[in-house]
Structure formats: structure tokens, C-alpha cells
């Protein structure tokens, strides 16, 4: 089985700066493209940003410019650098990966979340 913890959430003041990491582990033969999404309560999972060796990175409007999605291959995680965090950023944030497991099986996998919080 496929295994992605999150970690690096927590409170920080607006204007401030977070970075959260994403580490895939198990059976991983191969990992295409994986993303971080976000979810407050009462409303949909939404997309932040993804990161894919084909296609590039690919941000929401709302974080352009203020987030930097990247991926250490050779670890097998991601990572997100949040600057210039606003109070409309609080949200749990998720961890996200299609992973080609040892047996050649595709699967989609999401980790388990960790919450940020922008407040003064």
C-alpha cells in the first residue's frame, strides 16, 4: 500500500510564511502527478496547486504569486512554500498523489490533512 503524511501546518499571522511537506512511502514504483488541496468546513475540497513532470505546475488564481509548489523526486515528496498568508488561506490542507504501485496498479491517494490556521 501507498502511505502520504503531511506535516509543517499550524498558526502563523497574516503576512506570514509556512511550508508544508508531503512524504509518499510503501509500494511506490512510480509517481505522477501530485497536488495539495484545501477544505474549510461546510464547503468543498478545492484545488491549491499541482506539480506533474509532463505538464509542469499549475497554482489557483488565490495563490498565485504566493505559493511555490515543488517535488523532490528522489525522496519522494512535495513541498509547498505558503508566503504572504492571509486569513482566507485557514483551511486543512491535503496532500494528494497518483502513484503507480510495485504491482504496476494505478491508484489516487490522499494523506490525511493538517490544518492551517492565518489569524492575528
Known amino acids: 500500500q501507498v502511505q502520504l503524511v503531511e506535516s509543517g501546518g499550524g498558526l502563523v499571522q497574516p503576512g506570514g510564511s509556512l511550508r508544508l511537506s508531503c512524504a509518499a512511502s510503501?509500494?511506490?514504483?512510480?509517481?505522477?502527478?501530485m497536488g495539495w488541496y484545501r477544505q474549510v468546513p461546510g464547503k468543498q475540497r478545492e484545488l491549491v496547486a499541482t506539480?506533474?513532470?509532463?505538464?509542469?505546475?499549475n497554482y489557483a488564481d488565490s495563490v498565485k504569486g504566493r505559493f511555490t509548489i515543488s517535488r523532490d523526486n528522489a525522496k519522494n515528496t512535495m513541498y509547498l512554500q505558503m508566503n504572504s498568508l492571509k486569513p482566507e488561506d485557514t483551511a486543512v490542507y491535503y496532500c494528494?498523489?497518483?502513484?503507480?504501485?510495485?504491482?504496476?496498479?494505478?491508484?489516487?491517494?490522499w494523506g490525511q490533512g493538517t490544518q492551517v490556521t492565518v489569524s492575528s
Open positions: 506539480i506533474s513532470s509532463r505538464t509542469g505546475t
Open positions: 510503501g509500494s511506490i514504483f512510480s509517481i505522477n502527478t
Open positions: 494528494n498523489a497518483g502513484v503507480v504501485t510495485i504491482a504496476r496498479i494505478y491508484g489516487d491517494y
